[in-house]
């Protein structure tokens, strides 16, 4: 998962917000998570893999010399919650949003991703309904629940090879 985030957010960072670089000396992204509630361990998880990313991307330089800042957002794994999180940090002129956990919390800020044209990554929630909208600013790093099953069948068919 590490990698993956580190990869997501350098490229997602680097392409989006080159224009804001030029000037900045830090690029700050806020990320809302499930941080206080039955799901915070997995926020938590999320939380750290996030951090591990970015001393990764700041080690190497940063992005086009930016330090990346992060910040968190709790969004008590409630949709509404995770939608006004996301509205203020479009309303603050954040440039993409990345984050939340739960499907639930993803399609309310994949809603508000599309509404006000601002990219969003989803990097965790697996809904498979959250990405069939034909949303033109909302990507997703991760297979889709339809999905999760692939690497095992092709492991036991490729390489298994059970008998019966």
Do not use: W
């Not at 030029?22 to 998570?33: D, G, M, R, S």
């Not at 700041?58 to 409630?78: M, P, Q």
């Not at 509205?87 to 002129?93: D, F, P, T, V, W």
């Not at 499907?103 to 069939?132: F, G, H, M, N, W």
Request: aromatic share 8%; net charge neutral.
């Amino acid at each position: 998962m590490k990698r993956s985030v580190v990869v997501a957010l350098s490229l997602l960072a680097f392409v989006l917000a080159a224009p804001l670089l030029a000037a900045a000396a830090e690029f700050k992204l806020v990320i809302p998570l499930p941080l206080t509630c039955k799901t915070a361990k997995f926020g938590e998880i999320m939380k750290k893999s996030y951090e591990m990313a970015a001393e990764e991307i700041n080690a190497a330089g940063g992005i086009k010399g930016s330090t990346l800042a992060l910040g968190f957002e709790d969004s008590t794994g409630k949709p509404e919650i995770a939608r006004s999180i996301v509205e203020k940090l479009i309303e603050g002129k954040q440039p993409v949003i990345v984050g939340e956990y739960t499907s639930a919390c993803a399609k309310a800020v994949a809603a508000v991703a599309e509404e006000r044209k601002t990219p969003y990554l989803i990097v965790a929630s697996a809904d498979d309904a959250i990405t069939q909208q034909n949303y033109q600013y909302v990507f997703r790093q991760n297979p889709v629940n339809a999905h999760y099953a692939d690497a095992l069948v092709n492991f036991l068919a490729e390489v298994a090879k059970p008998k019966t």
